[in-house]
């Protein structure tokens, strides 16, 4: 099934230049500049995202979900900024606005992106990487490269399932052999196009090769990871039934332990529970939506 580059070209076209994602909120650019100006306030940033009542819902329910696991309920975006900062929030408007889109497009790349990001989580905290909310909100939106190729190119998209179930082989060898380029790229582009902090867009981009990541290799070894390790959990995605390779630079990065990676195993497994119910809260709106 090889590809011509005049074909890679124009895949690469397409994807660059998204038309089905929704486009972000104006809001985003507003907040950016508000975030760099050291003197803003927690109220100020909170009123610019309350004047959009549904940006501001879907912001407060993934706050309040159990990706977050905050034991209070967070009412009011004020307290949602001072518990995350001004980066985390921006992000998770990143989020917020394809919340909606992945939840009724794949539940299942949902549940997947949720627990990859818990995991992500509980390993940047145990690094005590700065901000580790970044680093799990990466992991929520991680895979957002493959809701762009189902989106923009719906025809390559079924290819690369049916060469996935034919062939037995990874979504991302797919991807390759299909459209000459692969769903972590493609994500890379986009988060940079909707200008995320470096912390997220090289993670994002490196999440199948941190090897390659420059600025932010830490990171990206940690979404690396907890990719592979969801992965290895039985949270996959569909007929790609294959747990991705482990980088070993990114393995002796960790420096993990046998005794450490039981203690990590069973505080996301604890954590997931939580996520679970929270996807099969999803998959039962969505499955009403259907009626």
């Known amino acids: ?17 998204v038309k089905n994602l929704p486009t972000l909120p104006g809001i985003v650019a507003k907040l950016s500049r508000m975030a760099d100006d050291p003197d803003t306030t927690t109220e100020q940033m909170g009123k610019v995202i309350s004047k959009d009542h549904i940006l501001a819902a879907k912001l407060l329910k993934l706050v309040n979900s159990a990706f977050y696991g905050f034991p209070q309920k967070i009412s009011s975006l004020a307290s949602a900024i001072i518990l995350l900062g001004f980066n985390v ?98 994500g890379g582009w986009l988060a940079k196009s909707w200008f995320l902090p470096k912390k997220l867009v090289e993670p994002i981009a490196c999440h199948h090769s941190p090897k390659s990541a420059k600025d932010e ?31 070993k630079q990114a393995w002796d990065m960790l420096g993990l332990t046998p005794e450490s990676l039981d203690e990590i195993l069973d505080e996301v497994e604890e954590k997931l529970w939580d996520v679970k119910g929270f996807s099969l809260e999803i998959k039962a709106e969505a499955e009403k939506g259907q009626e």
């Open 1 to 17: 099934m090889a590809i011509t580059a005049e074909q890679k070209s124009e895949f690469r076209k397409a994807l660059r230049e």
């Open 89 to 186: 929030i921006k992000s998770l408007i990143i989020s917020a606005s394809i919340f909606e889109l992945m939840e009724s497009s794949d539940v299942e790349l949902w549940e997947h992106s949720l627990a990859t990001a818990v995991a992500a989580s509980v390993l940047a905290k145990r690094f005590d990487i700065d901000d580790p909310e970044e680093v799990s909100t990466a992991g929520l939106i991680h895979d957002i490269g493959k809701v762009a190729i189902k989106m923009e190119l719906p025809e390559q998209h079924a290819q690369i399932i049916a060469l996935v179930e034919e062939k037995q082989i990874s979504t991302i060898e797919a991807e390759r052999l299909v459209i000459g380029i692969d769903h972590a790229e493609v």
């Open 217 to 247: 290799q830490m990171a990206s070894a940690i979404l690396h990871f907890s990719n592979v390790l969801i992965r290895g959990l039985g949270y996959g995605h569909g007929a790609d039934i294959w747990v991705p390779p482990l980088s």
